[in-house]
């Protein structure tokens, strides 16, 4: 195991072998498998592009020999911030051939969040895209190279800058296979070793490093892909960014590879490319979350295409309400599928033959019955059925602490290696039903904010005497930050100006306020904490007066 990580203890991990949950095999092993079964099969389509399974591991093979040939070695950390693109499958495969790990940036992240990423993870390359959106990655990294001492390479999909490395330069088809063949043998990881580092939900500062296995990451597909029903007629459509857990493996692109399926790259969210790439490409499962979701069936798209091949809507990030879970049957014919999980394991999901009552109020059930949770109140003491507490847990595929952080991990862990998930819940039998959170942190359509993030950098600002960052009502994200602030004494300040300060911190933009209150005083308690509660209550007061 990788040094700053923490293993299974070897009693369970050798449990897990015996009962077949970890099977030894790598994570691009496991796309190889399918890719012998069905090598003609398109594994991915992305626009006119149409990649079979085939094709996808020959790329993915040169190209991890690429990487080796420059100088990437096991166990060294490669930062990924690819948009939703074939390189960005092939680029993660490459690099877990060779025992590399991928550190998985999202497009949002901008130079705070990636210079932590690089400076945590002690990455030693940073691949990126040239230019999306009209914003420009190349820039991003030239500004970062100088302050982050380990960064050696960056590497560019599409057209690099000077000293940068073009992605497609470290492909050689005239590499003979026996050659890359003997090549990858060598550097083979073992399957027990960290191949991926996901973000945590950051609900204080930035985020943590979650160290994933080969082993559990493969279970993690494999468990998610079954309870999606998820089999080699599957075409399931990518429209969420690819290096989310939810998007990656829960059971995203990684669950479609290991039952043989197909995995469409969206190429836009509206309703009318979703349901034109439905009908195109007769897609039967699509990944969202709330804000999609609630656009979608508030549109008239629907009607106009060929919707019949869709089975399943799967929504991860924040609950979708009932009435919404109800509408999609309705409208779309189609199952709602909750998805309620973490990227440090434990997932849950809701059946797609559940009782009416699961299916359209739960939060689903564990997708492993080796997945341990208990339901525990502030003192650590389990509680009974039906009573609100947090939920713990440890499983086969939930990790045993983050990556070189002992503080967090003292927080974060329970004795016996459970992890507290910080989410207030229900428990009915396995199934659990979600009902807010323990930690401060706002929930924007499934973009988590930590509120003491943002508090700290208004903080910063010099007319700024006090701040408070809360959660307010919104109808197509759930929630949407709100600053509440006191300004120091003849201060005045605008909504504009605290964004012209804010984007000079250069942090993603779902992370900023979408609304500024000017206080006199903040709402405090008998003992002089601030209530903010009542701020919350105060705002969504305000706005329904303001909607009327």
């Known amino acids: 195991m990788l040094q700053g990580c923490m293993g299974w203890p070897d009693d369970l ?35 006119e592009r149409r990649i079979s399974y085939a094709e996808l591991i020959r790329r993915s093979r040169l190209l991890a020999f690429g990487f080796a040939q420059s100088g990437i070695s096991a166990g060294e950390r490669v930062v990924m911030q690819l948009p939703n693109i074939p390189e960005f499958v092939t680029t993660y495969l490459a690099l877990n051939w060779i025992g590399a790990i991928p550190v998985m940036a999202l497009r949002a992240h901008r130079h705070a969040e990636v210079r932590h990423f690089l400076d945590a993870s002690g990455a030693i390359a940073y691949v ?3 230019r999306v959106g009209g914003f420009d990655y190349r820039d991003m990294a030239r500004d970062l190279r100088p302050q982050c001492q380990a960064l050696c390479h960056i590497i560019v999909a599409g057209e690099p800058a000077a000293g940068q490395i073009a992605l497609d330069d470290l492909f050689d088809a005239s590499i003979p296979e026996a050659q890359v063949t003997a090549q990858l043998r060598k550097l083979r990881p073992a399957p027990g070793e960290v191949a991926t580092m996901l973000l945590s939900g950051g609900t204080t ?6 160290p994933r296995t080969h082993d559990d990451y493969v279970l993690n597909a494999r468990l998610c892909g079954a309870a999606a029903g998820f089999d080699r007629n599957t075409v399931f459509l990518a429209l969420l960014p690819l290096g989310h857990n939810y998007n990656l493996a829960s059971p995203g692109l990684l669950g479609t590879f290991y039952h043989g399926g197909t995995v469409i790259i969206g190429t836009g969210t509206s309703a009318e490319e979703v349901f034109a790439a439905v009908e195109q490409e007769r897609v039967t499962v699509i990944a969202a979350v709330v804000p999609l979701i609630s656009n979608w ?14 089975r399943v809507i799967q929504n991860g990030g924040a609950r979708l309400a009932p009435e919404l879970r109800v509408r999609l049957r309705t409208r779309l014919r189609c199952t709602p599928q909750e998805i309620y999980g973490t990227a440090e394991g434990l997932i849950n999901m809701t059946g797609l033959d559940d009782p009416e009552a699961l299916l359209m109020h739960s939060s689903g059930a564990p997708v492993s019955k080796h997945d341990e949770i208990r339901v525990v109140d502030d003192s650590g003491k389990e509680v009974a059925d039906g009573v609100a507490g ?53 929930n924007r359509g499934g973009e988590k904010i930590s509120c003491e993030e943002i508090e700290n950098l208004i903080f910063a600002h010099p007319k700024v005497k006090s701040v408070v960052l809360v959660a307010m009502p919104d109808p197509v994200f759930g929630e949407k930050a709100c600053a509440c602030v006191v300004l120091k004494s003849g201060e005045t300040l605008g909504f504009d100006e605290l964004m012209v300060f804010l984007g000079a911190k250069q942090i993603a933009s779902f992370k900023l306020p979408e609304r500024l209150e000017v206080m006199t005083e903040f709402p405090v308690s008998p003992v002089g904490k601030i209530l903010k509660s009542k701020l919350r209550e105060q705002i969504a007061e305000k706005l329904a007066s303001e909607n009327q």
């Open 13 to 47: 991990a050798a449990r897990y072998r015996a009962a077949g949950l970890w099977e030894g095999v790598t994570i691009p092993e496991m796309v190889e498998r399918t890719a012998r079964s069905q090598p003609e099969k398109i594994a991915i389509v992305c626009g």
């Open 128 to 130: 990126v895209a040239d």
């Open 205 to 210: 500062s930035m985020s943590k490093l979650i």
């Open 297 to 310: 069936l508030n549109s008239d798209a629907p009607g106009r295409f060929d919707v019949s091949s869709l």
């Open 390 to 442: 947090e939920l713990v847990t440890r499983g086969p595929y939930t990790i045993r602490g983050y990556y070189n952080a002992p503080e967090k991990n003292a927080e974060a862990f329970l004795p016996g290696g459970w992890y507290r998930m910080g989410d207030i819940v229900r428990r009915e039998g396995r199934h659990v039903f979600t009902e807010g959170r323990r930690k401060d942190l706002i």
